[in-house]
Nanobody, 112 residues
């Protein structure tokens, strides 16, 4: 299984971006799909998580970010609104199924 993340870029504060992460292949079932991020000099942190029945968010993004999934496409999305400079980081997707899978990361840069 390979995960391909996309949608990152440069945006001004207050703007929006939508990240996507798709798993290659078929016949897989993922229990949980997550988005993490890692800013320079900081530890990787969990941003948002979606299971079959619930979602969860870091306090820092609640009300601004929305995670969703399309099981038919084995894809997870992260809609990011009202972006702030402190959201600047490399964003990684993570799928939990029979194993733990990570995407390659996509850079999000928010200018002030």
């Amino acid at each position: 299984v390979q995960l391909q993340a996309s949608g990152g870029g440069l945006v001004q504060a207050g703007g929006s971006l939508r990240l996507s992460c798709a798993a290659s292949g078929s016949g897989f079932r993922f229990n949980v799909m997550d988005w993490y991020r890692q800013a320079p000099g900081k530890q990787r942190e969990l941003v948002a998580s979606v299971s079959s029945s619930s979602t969860a968010y870091a306090d820092s993004v609640k009300g601004r970010f929305t995670i969703s999934r399309d099981n038919a496409k084995n894809t997870v999305y992260l809609q990011m609104n009202s972006l702030k400079p402190e959201d600047t980081a490399v964003y990684y997707c993570n799928f939990l199924g029979s194993n733990d899978y990570w995407g390659q990361g996509t850079q999000v840069t928010v200018s002030s």
